[in-house]
C-alpha cells in the first residue's frame, strides 16, 4: 500500500542557477549533491521542515530520455510557464513574500485572499510557476 | 482594510523581515537582541513579540537556529570544530559544541564523521542515492 511520497521532479534549464534560487533564495536545503560523470549531476533539494521529501532539479538536456527534439520543446514549454510544479506553504504569506521579492525573486500574482486562506504565485529561474499559499488554520 | 492601514501592515512586515535578514547576514557577529531590535526600529518588547508571531520562534532563538544551519554546512565541508565555532560567532568551542548537542542530539565531531561517510559513499558510489528509475531515464546505469 503507497505510504507516502518520498521524491519528486522539477524540471530546470540550469542546475547552477536552480540550486541558487532554491538553497540560497528559497531556503531548501540541499540533500544530495552528486557528480555523475561528463557534466552530469544528480542534485536534490528538501523544503526546510520536510527532510524526506526529496525535490530532484532534473536538468532538462540532451541524453537518456531527452533527444534534442524533446529538449527544445520542453525547453520553450518551461520558459513559457507551462508548468506548475507545486504549492508552497509557509507560516506567514507577507513577510515570505516581502523576504523573496527583496531578494529578486519574480512573482506573477502578489498575496491575495482566497477561501483556503492567502496565495501568491511565484515563478523559479526557469519559468517553472508555484503557489506560496498560507492557509487557514 | 484602508489604503494607508494596508501600507502601515506592509511597512510594518518589511521592517521585521529586514531584521531577520539582518540576523541571516550578521549571524556570525556579536549581536544582541538589542541591535537586532534597533534596525527594525521597534522597542525590544514590541520586536521579540512581532517577530514571534510572524516567525514561530524568538529572535535569539531564531540566531542559534541560523547559527546551527551554517554550523552544519562548514562542519559537513570539513573545517575544525573550533574554525566552524568562530565562524558562526560562538566565544568558545566548548559553549558551541552544547549549543550543537542540544540542537542536533550529536556532537560537532560526530556529525562531521556522518558527513564525511556520506561524502565518501557519494564520490565511491553515487548511483546508490539515486532511486533506479532516475538513473536509468539520465541514461547513468548503461
Excluded at chain 1, 555523475?36 to 520536510?50: H, I, K, S
Excluded at chain 1, 536538468?59 to 537518456?64: E, F, M, R, T, W
Excluded at chain 1, 520553450?76 to 507551462?82: H, R
Aim: with cysteine; glycine share 6%.
Amino acid at each position: 500500500m503507497i505510504t507516502k511520497i518520498t521524491h519528486t521532479c522539477i524540471y530546470v534549464l540550469n542546475q547552477d542557477s536552480a540550486y541558487d534560487f532554491y538553497v540560497n533564495k528559497l531556503g531548501f536545503k540541499v540533500h544530495t549533491d552528486a557528480p555523475m560523470g561528463e557534466g552530469a549531476r544528480w542534485l536534490t533539494v528538501t523544503p526546510p521542515e520536510q527532510p524526506e521529501l526529496e525535490i530532484t532539479l532534473f536538468l532538462v538536456a540532451d541524453g537518456g530520455m531527452f533527444d534534442k527534439e524533446t529538449v527544445q520543446t520542453m525547453t520553450t514549454l518551461i520558459k513559457k510557464g507551462t508548468f506548475g510544479a507545486a504549492v508552497f506553504t509557509c507560516k506567514d504569506l507577507l513577510a515570505t513574500y516581502e523576504e523573496l521579492k527583496s531578494k529578486n525573486v519574480v512573482f506573477k500574482k502578489p498575496p491575495t485572499k482566497e477561501f483556503y486562506g492567502f496565495e501568491a504565485l511565484f515563478i523559479d529561474d526557469s519559468g517553472n510557476w508555484f503557489s506560496l499559499a498560507q492557509i487557514n488554520s | 482594510m484602508s489604503t494607508m492601514e494596508q501600507y502601515e501592515k506592509i511597512y510594518l512586515y518589511q521592517r521585521i523581515v529586514r531584521a531577520k535578514l539582518f540576523i541571516d547576514d550578521h549571524y556570525s557577529d556579536n549581536i544582541d537582541l538589542d541591535n537586532i531590535s534597533d534596525q527594525a526600529h521597534f522597542s525590544k518588547f514590541h520586536f521579540i513579540r512581532l517577530f514571534k508571531s510572524i516567525y514561530g520562534s524568538t529572535p535569539n532563538n531564531y540566531l542559534i537556529k541560523v547559527r546551527m544551519d551554517k554550523a552544519k554546512i562548514l562542519l559537513a565541508k570539513g573545517h575544525s570544530v573550533l574554525e566552524t565555532s568562530i565562524m558562526v560567532g560562538f566565544d568558545s568551542p566548548t559553549s558551541f559544541t552544547g549549543m550543537f548537542k542540544k540542537i542536533t542530539r550529536l556532537t560537532p565531531s560526530k556529525f562531521q564523521r556522518e558527513q564525511e561517510l556520506k561524502r565518501n559513499a557519494i564520490q565511491s558510489n553515487p548511483l546508490l542515492f539515486v532511486p533506479n528509475c532516475f538513473a536509468e531515464t539520465h541514461g547513468w546505469t548503461k
